[in-house]
């Protein structure tokens, strides 16, 4: 250990912008087996890791580090599953730039921080190639049931902690294959589908039970769930793109980010997709305009890229400093085609179908309560940008669950997330509990994780009461 003033600071190779913009494969290589051992070398072993304190899992970064710098991989790998039930996603899709590896020590020394990320992909692809990640075995079978609306990261997490302990589970989803937006809205490039099927593999072989094409408050009732559950786990993520009510937003060609990620995705499974073959969803020979800053906006410019489009555009209010999405996000769209409008936003759209956004030039002012500073209007800057394909990638809003499903006592917040306790997830109605981007609003896949598996220890706690209750 302790290597970094000797050993400098190197990722995994990266393909070439011109042949990974042929394809949705992932476009970072795999560390070798020495150079992983050489990269988890240079960590500097902190008495208080800051890697480990801001990682939403507290995972225990640095033991694992240690382990894989000595060899023993099975073991780094059952330290890093010990906190996170999905290590080779969040190694793939987590923004360490802003987590772990943005707060590592040497970084801050100058030295270039421990690639964290790589290693955690590497350590747990080894896992699988070697046949260490097993169906989960309970030591003992529970006669209780949990049902979990939604199959995304916060449903599986407790899905898998909640068998575990023995508990049968049930998870029902709207759509036709498991991983929520792991499998439909994150794309290939960063996250290839059979990493996602396998997890999901894994929990059908360990005894969870999925009932997809399931839309609740129609094919089957939040009541009927609840009636056939000890206990039930809302984890249904956010869908409800933010509206625009600009001039000309409905115009043909204006679409929303997660119906153009999801057609993109399902091609991925080689299904027919009409949506794409009528063009209506597809960027091929289009001039494209995505408007937004965050990952969901990057995955869409990268995925019309890869698509054919003869133009990629982003439109950003604020500048690159200030926008939400993952900065190597942003230099890996660069790198493939991708132009970047900063402090340009939409006033409104031209054409029908559309053939242009009517957009307004920006400057940043004070800062706002977010603590950044605000964009505002630059007056006569106007101009139109042309576009056959303008998408929506503004962020999710939570759907208003208690009146699609007819449920009465499920409190909201004025946003229209879930109320729920952070800390369990209980909500407002006996054995419901809620967790993830349903409660907390529009986050990260490492948060719903740690949602998903706080929320399984309360309703543990739950069903343990209930026990004891029903024994006296």
């Known amino acids: 250990m302790l290597k970094f003033v000797s050993i400098e600071r190197d990722m995994p190779s990266k393909r070439d912008a011109d042949q990974r913009n042929k394809d949705f494969n992932e476009i970072y290589a795999e560390f070798a087996d020495e150079k992983a051992k050489e990269q988890a070398s240079r960590c500097s072993q902190c008495g208080v890791p800051y890697c480990q304190a801001h990682c939403p899992l507290s995972n225990n970064i640095p033991d694992w580090l240690r382990m894989t710098a000595s060899g023993r991989l099975e073991e780094a790998y059952a ?43 590497y350590i747990t692809d080894t896992a699988w190639e070697q046949g260490w990640v097993k169906p989960i075995t309970p030591a003992t079978e529970r006669d209780q049931s949990v049902g979990i609306i939604g199959a995304g990261p916060g449903g599986l997490a407790a899905a898998d902690m909640l068998r575990r302990a023995g508990v049968q589970v049930t998870v029902y989803d709207r759509y036709d294959r498991a991983g929520g937006l792991l499998t439909y809205g994150i794309p290939g490039f960063k996250l290839e589908k059979d990493i996602v099927m396998r997890r999901v593999e894994q929990l059908e072989q360990s005894g969870v039970e999925f009932v997809l094409n399931c839309n ?25 793109t933010r509206v625009l009510t600009y001039p000309g937003v409905t115009a043909e060609g204006i679409v929303r980010a997660i119906d153009y990620l999801t057609v993109s995705n399902k091609l991925s499974f080689g299904d ?8 209506s969803l597809n960027a091929k020979g289009k001039k494209v305009v995505v408007i937004g800053g965050g990952d969901t906006a990057m995955d869409c410019l990268r995925t019309a890229i890869r698509q ?47 053939t242009g956004v009517m957009v307004q030039k920006m400057r940043l002012g ?25 998408i929506k990638a503004l962020g999710f809003e939570p759907e208003d669950l208690p009146k699609l499903w007819g449920v009465d006592g499920l409190e909201v917040t004025r946003w229209g997330t879930i109320r729920a306790d952070f800390q369990t997830g209980q909500t ?32 543990l706690d739950y069903l343990n009461d209930a026990k004891a209750v029903a024994a006296e």
């Not at 027919?272 to 063009?279: K, N």
Request: charged share 30%; with cysteine; net charge negative.
């Open 79 to 121: 330290i890093s599953q010990s906190t996170n039930t999905f290590p080779e996603i969040c190694g793939r899709i987590c923004p360490q730039d802003r987590l772990c590896e943005g707060n590592c020590v040497i970084e801050q020394s100058g030295h270039g921080t421990v690639t964290i990320g790589s290693v955690e992909k």
């Open 216 to 240: 609740v408050g129609e094919d089957l009732s939040f009541d009927a769930i609840r009636g056939k559950h000890d206990a039930v786990l809302i984890a249904t993520g956010v869908y409800k």
């Open 272 to 279: 027919e997709v009409p949506e794409y073959e009528d063009g």
């Open 308 to 354: 054919g489009a003869t133009s990629v555009k982003c439109l950003y209010r604020r500048d690159r400093a200030n926008m939400p999405g993952s900065q190597r996000e942003v230099q890996n769209a660069e790198e493939e085609g991708v132009e970047f409008d900063w402090l340009t936003a939409p006033k409104g759209f031209v054409g029908e179908p559309v």
């Open 366 to 390: 004070a800062p706002d309560a977010s603590g950044r500073r605000a964009p505002e209007v630059i007056e006569g800057a106007d101009y139109v940008e042309e576009a056959d394909l303008v």
């Open 428 to 459: 407002s109605l006996d054995g419901v509990f809620a967790v993830g981007d349903i409660v907390r609003g529009a986050s990260l896949v490492v948060w719903a994780i740690k949602d998903g598996r706080d929320s399984a220890e309360a309703i």
